[in-house]
């Protein structure tokens, strides 16, 4: 089992900026490809951003490109999301999820077997 904790929601204006983290715990955090994904009232969840084991491969839905990075501190077992330049849309939980072991960073989140609780972020206009 994988334990995922997010933190690091909570209110910003739009055009601010949040880092969201995720804490894992009870296996070799190493082994897993992690991604963020998101969810907002009424909607489904949706794939925001994965990155490899090593760091070194990361992916992003191209609503959130150039505004959003991802990356993980394996050491600390620790995974982040900086969110830049934040617009009303992206208000929603934000969850990370930790992917098949081994393996590649998959898009689709019915490829994750381990899911954080969520932390929600608000972005108002």
């Known amino acids: 089992q994988v334990q995922l904790v997010e933190s690091g929601g909570g209110l910003v204006q739009a055009g601010g900026s949040l880092r969201l983290s995720c804490a894992a715990s009870g296996r070799t955090f190493s082994n897993y490809p992690m991604g963020w994904f998101r969810q907002a009232p009424g909607k489904e969840r949706e794939f925001v951003a994965t990155i490899s084991r090593t760091g070194t491969i990361t992916t992003y839905a191209d609503s959130v490109k150039g505004r959003f990075t991802i990356s993980r501190a394996n050491a600390k077992n620790l995974l982040y999301l900086q969110m830049n330049s934040l617009k009303p849309e992206d208000t929603a939980v934000y969850y990370c999820?930790?992917?098949?072991?081994?393996?590649?960073?998959?898009?689709?989140?019915?490829?994750?077997?381990?899911w954080g609780q969520g932390t929600q972020v608000t972005v108002s206009s």
């Open positions: 999820a930790a992917g098949p072991a081994f393996g590649s960073a998959p898009s689709r989140a019915q490829l994750y077997d381990y």
